[in-house]
């Protein structure tokens, strides 16, 4: 088993309309080059300033007062869980339609997913959500897919009914709002990626954990450092994962664009939004009046799978960088056979993964990208 990572780098350099926009976002690497030197010259490599600065800024960009910065967004999601207890044998109430991290953070504390089918949004459908509580339910994970916040009134509702926490899933959701109120402030924890792809990002693995109550907040800088209180002694016995100095400083140099990159991302796909909608045979989201989407992808459904391969093909033989985010939904993945889901079993989120496509929608795709995107897509069902 090799590192797929170099080789799918070189693949979607052929394009030339790419998701891959890191090269343009970080041309001006030079004057992070120049803070690195600081850090260097100072050792100030583990939980240094810069973390700190990060924290601070975080804080205060989403109106927070706890925020703990981490290794990932995968250890966001499972050290959040640890810090409520989730243990082996409970059970985590989440959407099949996610990123494999959002599972492995809860199968990884040995804790069991429940899945709950989703809703035209591409989001956990909290009409369902009820049905799956038992005894065993110690938590519920929503993911804001994409970057559009779940429908958290009803989610919060149930919550308090039950009195199950929320975890929320905002990887996607840096500046998302639901109802102006943030992805990752409804919760008991709001958990962000700062993976290299994400809207917010630096240059590796990262990730940040909003918190609500002072309990968690002191539970949670325990379990990223270790347990460790200073240097020598030892609360409990935690985890290796601290934001590195460096890449908090990626972050924070990053975070002074966080506004426009995440207006371009709006702009673009409503764009993409007006172009699409005149073909019968692409469905569109609905947007809501009281979400603030970001986009951190922009994806769309055609009538059927054939249609969409065929469509991806079409696309990328025209040189743009056409996407499935993500083929085949948690259930059915090999990894999750022990707990013998079936084809079927959540008919939305196969549906759904059968048939969209994602575009590139960030801030380095001009008006001119868009309209040959459109162009070629006018072309294909022309051809058809």
Known sequence: ????????????????????????????????????????????????????????????????????????????????LKCLGVKEGDEVITTPYTFYATIGAIVTIGAKPIFVDIDDDYNIDPEKIEEKITKKTKAILPVHWSGRVCEMNQILKISKKYKIPIVEDSCHGILAKYNKKFAGSFGDFGCFSLHPLKNLNVWGDGGFVVIKKKKHFEQMMLLRNHGLVGRNKNLIFGYNSRLDTLQACVANHLLKKIKFLTKMRIKNALKFDNGLKKFKNIILKKREYNLNEVFHLYEFRLKNSKLRNNLIKHLKNNKIDAKIHYPVPMHLQPAS???????????????????TISLPVHEFVKDKDINYILKKIKSFFNEG
């Open 337 to 355: 056979k022990i707990y013998k889901y079936k084809n079927g079993d959540f008919p939305k989120a196969e549906q759904i993964a059968n048939t």
């Open 1 to 80: 088993m090799k590192n797929y990572l170099p080789k799918q780098y070189k693949k979607d350099n052929t394009f030339i309309i790419k998701h891959n926009y890191l090269s343009d976002q970080f041309r001006d690497f030079n004057i992070i080059l120049k803070k690195f030197r600081k850090i260097i010259k100072n050792n100030d490599f583990t939980l240094g300033e810069e973390v700190d600065i990060f924290e601070n800024n975080i804080k205060k960009l989403l109106n927070q007062k706890y925020v703990v910065a981490v290794g990932s967004g995968t250890d966001a999601l499972m050290l959040s």
